[in-house]
T-cell receptor, first 114, second 116 residues
C-alpha cells in the first residue's frame, strides 16, 4: 500500500526567508501524481502545487517550488520569500493509478515569524 | 463559479443521534469524495461517488456510515448512532472527472462534527 510521510510536525521561518518542507512516499507504481495542499486556520484545503511523476522538471508556482526526486521517492516543498499568510498546515498527498483517491501525510505546521 | 459547499459548518450531536453532512460539488463536477480528518492528523479517504453510484467505499467504516450522491441534490454523508470517536472534521471534494493531475480535487471547508 502507498504511504506518505512528513517527518517534520512543525517548522518555523522568518518572514522573507526560505523554508523547505519534507515529504517522502512509498509506492511500487511508476505513474502517479504528487500534490501539496495548504490548510490555514479557516480549515479550507487549498491546492498549492502539483507534479506528475513522469515529468522530470520540478513544478513551480510563483514563490512555491518542489524538489522531486523520483528515485529517492522524495517530494519537498520550498517556499521562498515567506509571508505571514503562508502560516498554515501543509499536507503532502499522493495519487496513484491503482487507487482512486488522494493519500495524505500527517502534515507540517508552518509558523512565520515577523 | 461557487466552490464546493458543505453544510453545516459545525454540527453538535449527542451520543446515539444521527448526523447528516451535506456537500454540493462545484458546478459541472460529477465526482465527489469524502474524507475525514482527526485532530493532528491528515485527511483519510472514506468514499468516492459519482452521480447515483458508489465507486469506492474502501475507507468507510462498515457500520453506521453511509453515503449517497443522488441524481438531484447534494451528496450526503450519514452517520447513525454517533459515538465520541466520530468527532472529526469531514471534508468533501469534487472534480469534473476522476481526480488526476489535470482534474485535481477541489475541497470544501469541511464540517466539524462534535459528539457530546
Amino acid at each position: 500500500a502507498q504511504t506518505v510521510t512528513q517527518s517534520q510536525p512543525e517548522m518555523s521561518v522568518q518572514e522573507a526567508e526560505t523554508v523547505t518542507l519534507s515529504c517522502t512516499y512509498d509506492t511500487s507504481e511508476s505513474d502517479y501524481y504528487l500534490f501539496w495542499y495548504k490548510q490555514p486556520p479557516s480549515r479550507q484545503m487549498i491546492l498549492v502545487i502539483r507534479q506528475e511523476a513522469y515529468k522530470q522538471q520540478n513544478a513551480t508556482e510563483n514563490r512555491f517550488s518542489v524538489n522531486f526526486q523520483k528515485a529517492a521517492k522524495s517530494f519537498s516543498l520550498k517556499i521562498s520569500d515567506s509571508q505571514l499568510g503562508d502560516a498554515a498546515m501543509y499536507f503532502c498527498a499522493y495519487w496513484g493509478g491503482s487507487q482512486g483517491n488522494l493519500i495524505f501525510g500527517k502534515g507540517t505546521k508552518l509558523s512565520v515569524k515577523p | 463559479n461557487a466552490g464546493v459547499m458543505q453544510n453545516p459548518r459545525h454540527l453538535v450531536r449527542r451520543r446515539g443521534q444521527e448526523a447528516r453532512l451535506r456537500c454540493s460539488p462545484m458546478k459541472g463536477h460529477s465526482h465527489v469524495y469524502w474524507y475525514r480528518q482527526l485532530p493532528e492528523e491528515g485527511l483519510k479517504f472514506m468514499v468516492y461517488l459519482q452521480k447515483e453510484n458508489i465507486i469506492d467505499e474502501s475507507g468507510m467504516p462498515k457500520e453506521r456510515f453511509s453515503a449517497e450522491f443522488p441524481k438531484e441534490g447534494p451528496s450526503i454523508l450519514r452517520i447513525q448512532q454517533v459515538v465520541r470517536g466520530d468527532s472529526a472534521a469531514y471534508f468533501c471534494a469534487s472534480s469534473p472527472g476522476q481526480g488526476t493531475y489535470n482534474s485535481p480535487l477541489h475541497f470544501g471547508n469541511g464540517t466539524r462534527l462534535t459528539v457530546t
